[in-house]
T-cell receptor, first 112, second 114 residues
Framework: GQQLNQSPQSMFIQEGEDVSMNCTSSSIFNTWLWYKQDPGEGPVLLIALYKAGELTSNGRLTAQFGITRKDSFLNISASIPSDVGIYFCAGHVPSNTGKLIFGQGTTLQVKP | DAGVIQSPRHEVTEMGQEVTLRCKPISGHDYLFWYRQTMMRGLELLIYFNNNVPIDDSGMPEDRFSAKMPNASFSTLKIQPSEPRDSAVYFC????????????FGEGSWLTVV
């Protein structure tokens, strides 16, 4: 079945540093979504990408939908302590309307 | 606007007991999803519904798990009998067809089976 490979698995960075994480797949996806999960909460949608090559920003976050439709990255600039959490990529399967596949998550820790 | 509402938020139960988790999706959404999250397996899709009809239940672990959606504003996920390995966070999410396929999660039901 379809799988998403998300990397890195975890990151420990200094406040102020930039962060980059990515997801790759062997399958084509129609939509790429990036979520953040805070401890004890459900995942919250950060950015949604709908077409190949699309580059979208949300504050200090920037994400891109890869040209091949098999990958996406998320960048966080000038990290702050509240960026701590787990970041998930998710892809929408073309052949199965509604089904969203999630990556394994990237755990981000920010040292003040 | 109210988001996805799940109950209970936390439940501790004894092995063998029946567990029922409840979800109220965002009003107007026509897709509803049940996910399970564990450290080992991450976020797993268990089942999803479209217009109250189950579309894909291939992620349901075994016959002890069942899900229903009797109407557009309510769904249940039932585990009977529960086992310790069912301990996890269960998330309900909803979405709207044509709205970019984005889905919105509830805060989760934290289940511990002892």
């Amino acid at each position: 079945g379809q799988q998403l490979n998300q990397s890195p698995q975890s990151m420990f960075i200094q406040e102020g540093e930039d962060v980059s994480m990515n997801c790759t797949s062997s399958s084509i996806f129609n939509t790429w979504l990036w979520y953040k999960q805070d401890p004890g909460e459900g995942p919250v949608l950060l950015i949604a990408l709908y077409k190949a090559g699309e580059l979208t920003s949300n504050g200090r976050l920037t994400a891109q939908f890869g040209i091949t439709r098999k990958d996406s990255f998320l960048n966080i600039s000038a990290s702050i302590p509240s960026d701590v959490g787990i970041y998930f990529c998710a892809g929408h399967v073309p052949s199965n309307t509604g089904k969203l596949i999630f990556g394994q998550g990237t755990t981000l820790q920010v040292k003040p | 606007d109210a988001g996805v509402i799940q109950s209970p938020r936390h439940e501790v139960t004894e092995m063998g007991q029946e567990v029922t988790l409840r979800c109220k999706p965002i009003s107007g959404h026509d897709y509803l999803f049940w996910y399970r999250q564990t450290m080992m397996r991450g976020l797993e899709l268990l089942i999803y519904f479209n217009n109250n009809v189950p579309i894909d239940d291939s992620g349901m672990p075994e016959d002890r798990f069942s899900a229903k959606m009797p109407n557009a504003s309510f769904s249940t996920l039932k585990i009977q009998p529960s086992e310790p390995r069912d301990s996890a966070v269960y998330f309900c999410a909803s979405g709207l067809a044509g709205a970019g396929n984005t889905i919105y999660f509830g805060e989760g039901s934290w289940l511990t089976v002892v």
